[in-house]
Nanobody, 129 residues
Framework: QVQLVESGGGLVQAGASLRLSCAASGRTFSNYAMGWFRQAPEKEREFVSSISRNGGTTHYADSVKGRFTISRDNAKDTVYLQMNSLKPEDTAVYYC??????????????????????WGQGTQVTVSS
């Protein structure tokens, strides 16, 4: 399994920006589709964004579309989540996730947590009003 470590969370005011990073190790990062999920207190874990192993396909939850941008740097084994115009409702623990895919499926991404096989420990994002 690939190991994932998130970083970049913090406490910010509404309207601010943060960039989350997820560093992968242990496997060939470019073989993995990646996703970001979040979980607020007493709520289910929810999909935020995903990116294909080749970076050519991305998806976003409606709640973050136009504000968040996912990207990856396969040379650095890292996936990013740029979060702009943050809102208090974005407050949550953010997790990155990975799923191995063969080259023939390089354009696929996944929105369901159950489709991912590796998870990071999460990074807290708190947005104050």
């Amino acid at each position: 399994q690939v190991q994932l470590v998130e970083s970049g969370g913090g406490l910010v005011q509404a309207g601010a920006s943060l960039r989350l990073s997820c560093a992968a190790s242990g496997r060939t990062f470019s073989n993995y589709a990646m996703g970001w999920f979040r979980q607020a207190p007493e709520k289910e874990r929810e999909f935020v964004s995903s990116i294909s192993r080749n970076g050519g396909t991305t998806h976003y939850a409606d709640s973050v579309k136009g504000r968040f941008t996912i990207s990856r740097d396969n040379a650095k084994d890292t996936v990013y989540l740029q979060m702009n115009s943050l809102k208090p409702e974005d407050t949550a623990v953010y997790y990155c996730a990975a799923r191995y895919l063969p080259p023939s499926l390089g354009g696929l991404t996944y929105r369901e947590a159950r489709d991912y096989t590796s998870w990071g420990q999460g990074t807290q994002v708190t947005v104050s009003s």
